[in-house]
């Protein structure tokens, strides 16, 4: 065996690398945990040693930064999903998602059958002005096509200092045309509250998408825009599919409502010292307006925060389904190289001392906490609620599930690709809240996704696919067949009345992605809002002050089903 000097150089320093990191560990364990800490040292120098000997010795080429990802997934894959590390590309994306502003052109990117293709469009930003559209593929940057490149590596060489200019080639699919653009970055932000107003004479609606930096701000200036309505009466606050974002911000919103000094939360740590209490500072912008939060199964963290301590302290209403149940903090460290492991640091609990976390983790697997183990706590009036299953709210909405030719559809992005080819052919819309397709239209989307695709398998037909295999194997096919024949011809029928069977939901939808293209985001909420049965039922108890003030005062769940 020839043994290179450059490996023997990289070898001793990697040892010294790790010698130093055993002396770190054992000094911290003389003052701490001495066996614990040992077992780490034992254990780096062990992965190390694996580490070197397969990037060395392994019969075929390895990837060493491929390798040391899957070693770093594979432990974190073992604790909880919101543990996770995040290479410098990736961590573009977390601080899109978190900060809400970037420095870039303004479109966010997706693939789609191997395409780079502009899936969203920032309202103001140098993409929009320039003439670029949702759906439009992107082909390369400053000249360079991708190669094959991840989507975050992608993203990332679109962002930079704002004042720089970046060189795009763009094909639209639906005129096969061909342009190349220079655009200037801009810091670019993302609208956490993108649309806020009256629905009534006496009901306002703010709805907020997410808890980026200003949330707090932004709702309370809608909501002080709302106050200027003389007949002003009631508040909705929609979370509805707001996954959270930073605590403080949940803490702010609920000072809108709350007055000064009132814990809103309080995180607890595997170090009692760091434990920390989150209070309202600043004096309360209306205490007494009758206020409803909405809220789904994606309404978690920052908007379980807002939603459960304005229902613990019973200063309003939830209404909706059980929120998602999650009940942890991360915090972000550095590790080198501009990456960074995001991982989960302390549970934090709301004003009546209930956790809404709903899963425990057993070396990586969600584990439901069961009935038997969940406590009961008191609202401030003395209602009665639960920890460990996300917030129950007081007035239970039915949620109707997509159907499965919808969830195929956009699997497909059929209705994403019908939306960019009507932009096309439509150089404006009605208002957004007027829009609406016609049967014609919806006639031609039908043709379209027929056309298109029609590879669509219900449940049946899948069902029916493997009974057939199982049938084979067991030899009794040819008994069956014409049972299965028939059984086919059943599901085809019932397959090509789908779209009509589902029209209202397929409809919608359309008209949501349709509104998109015209009026963005602000313009998909005014439209959805005509026919938002949640909301609607959120008017109706306003409208009934009796029943709203009874529900403040008792634990009864009152369910409302959908026709």
Request: proline share 3%.
């Amino acid at each position: 065996m020839i043994i290179l000097p450059q490996y023997f150089f990289m070898k001793k320093l990697f040892r010294s690398k790790l010698l130093l990191l055993v002396i770190v560990f054992s000094a911290f364990a003389i003052a701490t945990d001495s066996g614990r800490f040992l077992k780490i040292s034992q254990s780096l120098e062990n992965f190390a040693d694996t580490y070197r000997i397969i990037n060395h010795h392994y019969v075929d080429e390895t990837d060493p930064n491929q390798l040391m990802r899957i070693a770093i997934d594979s432990m974190l894959g073992h604790l909880d999903p919101y543990t996770n590390y995040y290479s410098e590309a990736q961590m573009v994306q977390v601080k899109m998602g978190v900060k809400g502003g970037w420095d870039g052109i303004g479109v966010e990117l997706m693939k789609d059958d191997g395409k780079v293709v502009i899936r969203e469009l920032i309202e103001g930003t140098p993409a929009e002005k320039k003439g670029l559209r949702v759906g439009d593929i992107l082909l390369k940057i400053d000249g360079t096509s991708f190669n094959n490149k991840k989507i975050e590596e992608i993203s990332k060489s679109l962002q930079g200092k704002a004042g720089t200019k970046v060189t795009i080639e763009v094909l639209r699919p639906s005129s096969d045309k061909l342009k190349t653009l220079t655009l200037e970055r801009v810091t670019v932000t993302k609208k956490n509250v993108p649309y806020f107003g009256m629905l009534n004479e006496e009901t306002g609606y703010i709805i907020l998408t997410t808890f980026s930096p200003q949330a707090g701000a932004n709702v309370q200036k809608a909501f002080e825009e709302l106050q200027k309505n003389k007949n002003f009466k009631h508040v909705i606050l929609d979370l509805r599919d707001n996954g959270g974002g930073y605590l403080i911000e949940a803490v702010n919103i609920c000072n809108i409502f709350l007055e000064k000094g009132i814990e809103i939360v309080y995180t607890k740590n595997k170090i009692p010292e760091w434990d920390r209490s989150f209070k309202t500072i600043n004096a309360s912008v209306d205490t007494k307006i009758p206020v409803i939060v909405l809220m789904n199964g994606h309404s978690a963290s920052a908007s379980e925060i807002v939603a459960g301590a304005l229902q613990d302290v019973d200063r309003a209403l939830l209404l909706g389904n059980n929120s998602f149940g999650k009940g942890l903090v991360q915090n972000t460290k550095d590790i080198g190289y501009s990456s960074k492991v995001k991982l989960t640091t302390a549970k934090y609990y709301i004003p009546s001392g209930r956790c809404v976390q709903a899963l425990n983790y057993k070396n990586g697997i969600p584990v439901k906490v069961p009935d038997s183990l969940r406590k009961e706590f008191k609202t401030l009036k003395g209602r009665k609620v639960f920890d460990g299953n996300g917030l129950e709210p007081d007035l239970l909405v039915e949620d109707v599930k997509e159907s499965p030719l919808l969830v195929a559809l956009k699997k497909e992005h059929l209705i994403f690709d019908f939306a960019n080819m009507y932009r096309e052919k439509h150089d404006s819309i009605p208002e957004a809240k007027e829009f609406e397709l016609s049967d014609s239209e919806f006639d031609e989307f039908v043709l379209f996704a027929k056309e298109k695709w029609y590879e669509y398998k219900t449940n049946s037909e899948r069902a029916l696919l493997k009974l057939e295999e199982q049938a084979k194997s067991e030899g009794t096919y040819s008994q069956l067949s014409s049972v299965f024949d028939e059984t086919r011809e059943n599901i085809t029928k019932h397959k090509q009345s789908a779209f009509k069977n589902n029209y209202s939901e397929i409809k919608q939808n359309l008209e949501q992605e349709i509104v998109g293209r015209f009026y963005f985001m602000k313009g998909q909420v005014e439209n959805r809002l005509a026919d938002d049965f949640f909301v609607k039922q959120a008017i109706d108890l306003f409208a009934d002050e009796e029943e709203y003030n009874q529900l403040l005062k008792t634990d009864i769940l009152k369910e409302i089903k959908k026709d």
